[in-house]
């Protein structure tokens, strides 16, 4: 606003005459180095506080609180002077498994008799190992001399044989093959890892093929004498533990545990093999002239 060549500056009710423009901008420039050293002021006073406040805090927890302590009771033992520095951490299971450690798997492990109940066959050690032509690299072997598996006596010739653990089906043998236990199912299990074996099966399901997978008392086989030498009808039983191709496949005896797995009841509580009535000479296969 001007009169008679004055300029009045108004802020609110407070008002400023200025003899020119030039003395107007003056007061101006004047006004925000006031305002900005103000604001600086300000800036630096509430940061002063907040150091402070932080310092005196720290100090307070440093000499006034008290000491920390531990929500619990427990602490690990102090080494020994002489103690070598502990190692890395354990990761996960030993490898190769120990001998320990497939006696815990086999031990809590759920298994099933591979053959009927309700009478329990006493197995009966054999040092034999039959099956599959075995690799020159790495030959089988028994993990004690003279128990490589179990003859269990067949009461009927025909009676069922079951899967003693849930597994998937390595091989079968379903024709010849006298001279490497006959007829035979082979199972996986643990990954692979461990097998189960069923020699001298009189018959063998058309169902079962490489990769099928069974259950614990699935009908694998009937029990018969194909492959043995002295006619005597019996199952021949073999567990075996191979981690990876790398090692030779090591035959344990099942008998220590056998004693305790659970016996499957076929129907109406009778040995499980040929049905009464049925002519068991077209059911039957003949065997081999002087087998």
Known sequence: MAEKNRLVLVRGKIQEA???ESCLQENLRKRRIARAAARRRWLLGTLTVVVLLAGTTTLWHRFRAPPRQAIGSWAPDPLPPDAPPPGPPALGPAWPPTDEDWIQAFATSTWVYPLPGPARRVPITDRRIFGIEPPKSHPPQCRKEGRCGVDLGGELWGEHVYAAHDGVIDRVQSAGNDERGGLFVRLSHFGGMVFTQYFHLAAIPRGLTRGVHVKAGDLI??????????????????????????????????????????????THGTVAGLTAGVNQDATMPRRRHGK
């Open 221 to 266: 086989g009937l029990l018969g004498d194909s492959g043995v030498e002295t006619g005597r009808r019996h199952l021949h039983f073999a567990l075996s533990v191979r981690p990876s191709s790398d090692f030779s496949e090591v035959y344990w005896d099942p008998a220590p545990w056998m004693l305790g797995w659970p016996l499957r009841l076929p």
């Open 18 to 20: 200025h003899c020119s």
